[in-house]
């Protein structure tokens, strides 16, 4: 008797400290209803949906560098910035490609979250951000080339035309492997992530890939 009910605690306690037991589709994340190709082979992908003119990104963002050293190395991080409709965030994504593609976006990323959250500097427009890259030591020439290039026009209406893919609501937003929504409390969206990466390895290995 004492070893059937040593046998059914051990059943319990390993559901209870499972991936799947302790987070809840449709409670602390969102299955999509199509899922999105993976751009990595072999890693599983993880996209932060943000905008530099979201106040809830900035509060995200020290929690988010915080934990992206702690990502396995079987996930692949990428950030996304939106607009969702709001033209200010719109210049700042085109601003974020533009400087990605002048080498400087890492240097200057928690800068612009500061100056736009913290100084209340104005930053919402292609005069007023190419002033401002100027100021922070930005190639002026190079980084107005960039912003009206082809390539970054581009790059912003796939990153608009991903969030309507995602069925984005808001940010920030972390996507796990295409299949998954995060948001909402932002401990929570960490630790969540945490626990859907480790259903999706588990997932990974019984299919083989």
């Excluded at 951000?129 to 960039?146: E, L, M, Q, R, S």
Aim: net charge neutral; charged share 20%; aromatic share 10%.
């Amino acid at each position: 008797m004492r070893l059937g009910v040593s046998i059914v605690a051990l059943a319990f306690l390993a559901l209870s400290t499972s991936p799947q037991a302790s987070i809840i589709a449709g409670h602390d994340y969102t299955v999509l209803a199509v899922a999105q190709r993976q751009e990595n082979n072999g890693k599983i992908d993880v996209v932060e949906f943000f905008s530099w003119g979201c106040p809830h990104c900035y509060e995200f963002y020290p929690k988010l560098a915080r934990w992206l050293p702690t990502l396995p190395k079987d996930a692949s991080f990428k950030r996304v910035p939106v607009g969702l409709g709001h033209p200010e965030w719109e210049a700042l994504g085109k601003a974020y490609y533009a400087l990605q593609s002048t080498g400087d976006v890492d240097r200057l990323d928690s800068q612009i979250f500061e100056d736009i959250h913290k100084n209340h500097v104005w930053l919402y427009d292609e005069q007023s951000i190419t002033a401002w890259v100027g100021k922070h030591g930005v190639d002026v020439a190079k980084f107005t080339a960039a912003y009206r290039s082809f390539g970054v026009n581009t790059s912003e209406a796939q990153a608009e035309q991903k969030a309507e893919d995602y069925r984005l609501a808001g940010v920030p937003t972390l996507a796990i492997a295409g299949k998954y929504m995060v948001t909402g409390n932002q401990e929570k969206m960490l630790t969540t992530s945490d626990q859907l990466l480790a259903m999706e390895r588990v997932a990974n290995k019984k299919s083989g890939k």
